[in-house]
């Protein structure tokens, strides 16, 4: 079997990562190696190819083979309440203190897979705004991989998915259907709007925000997809798209990049290790 690791700048690895681009408009090719190498050798043994080479053949003869690569890239995780210790900080320690000038609080989870982490953030923040009269909320859930979009937005779940829900919020914000598991409320799901979005693409926030600034950004265990550069850009871009005093959430084994540092303050009064900064003024 050829070693992926030896492909060239203009061999089959990034050919294979061209055909994503073109056919997909998502350019991994910048994203970090070792990462991609090892998934894209997994999709090539899982289809019994033998080497980048006849995979790339195959890829280009089978369009939808295309869509699997692209999940296997992805490979989305995501569940309710992950780390439930963060999210409690969340609601005690950073959303009574968020400003939300414009009366609403606008949320962006970024990487949001099939929406699991996005409908517990407009959980939470359903929950502030009862406690808040006047206060609405908003938010915006991207991904790249759009079948784990169109998950999300069915918002239908199974038991076993839903079990870290507190008992309080999965009355409120889940609706049983029998076998067919449980379904986000129309009143959460109608404050949570799904689209596909890259990154490190070409536009900044997803066309689908009407406008590009935001309180609150989630991009937990999204970073470490990236090179140190590309790692950089990607805190600098959520940056731009953050109010002054905003809160960015990332994940608890990921670090800002040291470039990064000066527009972010550890967010005051939240656990260390949480993965909680607030935005620096401009």
Request: aromatic share 8%; charged share 25%.
């Amino acid at each position: 079997m050829r070693d992926p690791g030896t492909a060239g700048p203009d061999g089959a690895f990034h050919r294979i990562l061209s055909v994503v681009a073109d056919r997909r408009g998502i350019d991994f090719r910048d994203y970090r190696p070792e990462t991609l190498r090892s998934r894209l050798e997994a999709r090539m043994r899982a289809v019994g190819c033998v080497d980048l080479a006849a995979y790339h053949a195959r890829l280009t003869a089978e369009r939808d083979e295309v869509d699997r690569l692209l999940e296997s890239l992805v490979v989305p995780v995501t569940e309710f309440f992950r780390d439930g210790w963060v999210f409690r900080e969340l609601a005690e320690r950073v959303l009574p203190t968020l400003p939300a000038a414009s009366g609403i609080l606008r949320a962006w989870v970024v990487g949001t897979a099939t929406g699991e982490e996005a409908y517990t953030v407009a959980m939470l923040l359903a929950e502030a705004a009862a406690r808040h009269r006047g206060r609405g909320f908003e938010v915006l859930a991207s991904d790249l991989d759009q079948r784990s979009l169109e998950v999300a937005r069915r918002g239908l779940y199974s038991d076993a998915a839903v079990q870290a829900v507190p008992p309080d919020l999965r009355k409120l914000y889940l609706r049983s259907e029998g076998p067919d598991g449980w379904r986000v409320v129309d009143p959460i799901r109608g404050r949570v709007h799904f689209a596909q979005h890259d990154l490190m693409g070409a536009r900044l926030a997803p066309r689908e925000a009407i406008v590009a600034a935001f309180d609150l950004v989630f991009c937990r265990n999204v970073l470490l997809y990236f090179d140190a550069s590309l790692r950089t850009k990607a805190v600098e871009r959520l940056a731009a798209v953050l109010e002054p005093g905003g809160a960015l959430v990332i994940g608890m084994t990921e670090a800002l990049p040291e470039g990064s540092t000066g527009r972010f303050t550890t967010y005051p009064g939240v656990r260390p290790g949480a993965g909680v900064f607030r935005r620096a003024s401009r």
